[in-house]
């Protein structure tokens, strides 16, 4: 066995500092009110003894965990394969990484894990949440609101509470529908076939919206549901070519799903984009470069809305709450942003 030696005490560092053991109490939680001279003592102290602050001491102090709850209203199946919810905490890990603060992952399996996920949001862990892939009748903002918790919302919120003061991060998925809508009628395509995500999400609500925008008179017969996965487009495609084997374009509403119904178009015998020209939404890497032919697709900034809506968080957090303040919202923000779309062109339109 190996002996572990003891880890410093903040007696101990106060004593090599040659200060009072509240001085270092102070300067190690950031408090106002040392002198500088005192304070670069007892930093100096600290890097030498190599000491680390007992986080749960520190935050009775500042009444800051330094953690953020990552609430994502997906099964862990889905979160872990779709490269979507990748790049997305991506964004989020590195933004609070630079703000040397911790990311809790919390995953809603079904309906019997909001209960949980509420009681903790609840329970004093974490100093904000940041919520996304919400459903229109998800109880977590709900839960959310409960917890009293500042909070940021990955996608135009779907709900109506009555309250304007909801800080959201989007995109313009409503105007990237409508430019990659656009861009197939303007290759000369007339049967524009449109295959959504789950639509009990804003976002593909928005994007069927957009593709109604451009052809406002489309056969209903040209629509079919998906629901944001490979799997999913492949029976939408299998469906809109069963009803409508004359189609000469698809507008698929993510990357996933223009995947697989690039695979059932070559399977049929379509060649793309000869017969069928294809766009999808994302512009998720490797997705949209790998498939067959590489996918014309609308890109959005996924890493930069996670980053954005962790910053804006931070930012609250930084600010004091104010009196009368609600601690449902970081101070400050605007409710919502919306970030910009752009058509990328590839080989598939």
Same mark, same amino acid.
């Given at each position: 066995?190996?002996?572990?030696?003891?880890?410093?005490?903040?007696?101990?560092?106060?004593?090599?500092?040659?200060?009072?053991?509240?001085? !270092?109490?102070?300067?190690?939680?950031?408090?106002?009110?040392?002198?500088?001279?005192?304070?670069?003592?007892?930093?100096?102290?600290?890097?030498?003894?190599? @000491?680390?602050?007992?986080?749960?001491?520190?935050?009775?102090?500042?009444?800051?965990?330094?953690? /953020?709850?990552?609430?994502?209203?997906?099964?862990? *199946?889905?979160?872990?394969?779709?490269? @979507?919810? $990748?790049?997305?905490?991506?964004?989020?890990?590195?933004?609070?990484?630079?703000?040397?603060?911790?990311?809790?992952?919390?995953?809603?399996?079904?309906?019997?894990?909001?209960? %949980?996920?509420?009681? @903790?949001?609840? =329970?004093?862990?974490?100093?904000?949440?940041? !919520?996304?892939?919400?459903?229109?009748?998800?109880?977590?903002?709900?839960?959310?609101?409960? $917890?009293?918790?500042?909070? /940021?919302?990955?996608?135009?919120?779907?709900?109506?509470?009555?309250?304007?003061?909801?800080? @959201?991060?989007?995109?313009?998925?409503?105007?990237? $529908?409508?430019?990659?809508?656009?861009?197939? /009628?303007?290759?000369?395509? *007339? %049967?524009?076939?449109?295959?959504?995500? +789950?639509?009990?999400?804003?976002?593909?609500?928005?994007?069927?919206?957009?593709?109604?925008?451009?052809?406002?008179?489309?056969?209903?017969?040209?629509?079919?549901?998906?629901?944001?996965?490979?799997?999913?487009?492949?029976?939408?495609?299998?469906?809109?070519? #069963?009803?409508?084997?004359?189609?000469?374009? /698809?507008?698929?509403?993510? #990357?996933?799903?223009?995947?697989?119904?690039?695979?059932?178009?070559?399977? %049929?015998? %379509?060649?793309? +984009?000869?017969?069928?020209?294809?766009? =999808?939404?994302?512009?998720?890497?490797?997705?949209?470069?790998?498939?067959?032919? +590489?996918?014309?697709?609308?890109?959005?900034?996924?890493?930069?809305?996670?980053?954005?809506?962790?910053?804006?968080?931070?930012?609250?957090?930084?600010?004091?709450? =104010? +009196?009368?303040?609600?601690?449902?919202?970081?101070?400050?923000?605007?409710? =919502? *942003?919306?970030?910009?779309? *752009?058509?990328?062109?590839? $080989?598939?339109?």
């Amino acid at each position: 066995m190996t002996d572990t030696a003891p880890r410093p005490t903040l007696e101990a560092v106060a004593e090599r500092a040659g200060v009072s053991r509240a001085t !270092v109490s102070r300067v190690v939680n950031g408090a106002q009110g040392v002198r500088d001279a005192l304070a670069e003592r007892v930093r100096r102290a600290v890097e030498e003894l190599g @000491y680390v602050p007992n986080q749960a001491a520190r935050s009775l102090v500042t009444r800051r965990h330094d953690a /953020v709850a990552v609430v994502a209203a997906e099964p862990e *199946t889905r979160v872990f394969a779709d490269p @979507y919810f $990748a790049q997305q905490l991506r964004g989020i890990s590195k933004e609070l990484t630079a703000h040397d603060s911790q990311l809790v992952l919390l995953l809603t399996e079904g309906r019997e894990d909001h209960a %949980r996920v509420g009681r @903790y949001l609840a =329970g004093g862990h974490v100093d904000g949440a940041l !919520v996304f892939s919400l459903h229109l009748d998800d109880p977590l903002p709900g839960l959310v609101r409960g $917890a009293g918790l500042p909070t /940021v919302f990955g996608g135009r919120p779907g709900w109506d509470d009555g309250r304007d003061d909801v800080v @959201y991060v989007d995109s313009d998925n409503r105007g990237g $529908a409508r430019d990659a809508v656009r861009h197939l /009628v303007g290759l000369g395509r *007339t %049967r524009v076939a449109h295959i959504t995500g +789950p639509l009990d999400q804003t976002s593909a609500v928005d994007r069927l919206a957009g593709f109604h925008d451009v052809r406002p008179d489309a056969d209903a017969g040209l629509v079919a549901g998906g629901d944001f996965t490979s799997g999913g487009g492949e029976r939408a495609m299998r469906e809109l070519l #069963d009803r409508r084997p004359d189609l000469d374009a /698809v507008f698929a509403a993510n #990357d996933l799903t223009a995947a697989g119904a690039l695979r059932v178009l070559r399977e %049929r015998g %379509r060649r793309v +984009p000869d017969d069928v020209a294809v766009v =999808g939404f994302d512009d998720m890497l490797p997705v949209a470069e790998e498939t067959d032919p +590489p996918l014309t697709t609308v890109r959005q900034d996924i890493e930069g809305m996670g980053r954005l809506m962790a910053r804006l968080l931070l930012r609250g957090l930084e600010r004091d709450a =104010g +009196p009368g303040r609600d601690a449902g919202a970081p101070a400050e923000a605007p409710s =919502g *942003t919306i970030l910009p779309t *752009t058509l990328v062109r590839r $080989a598939s339109a």
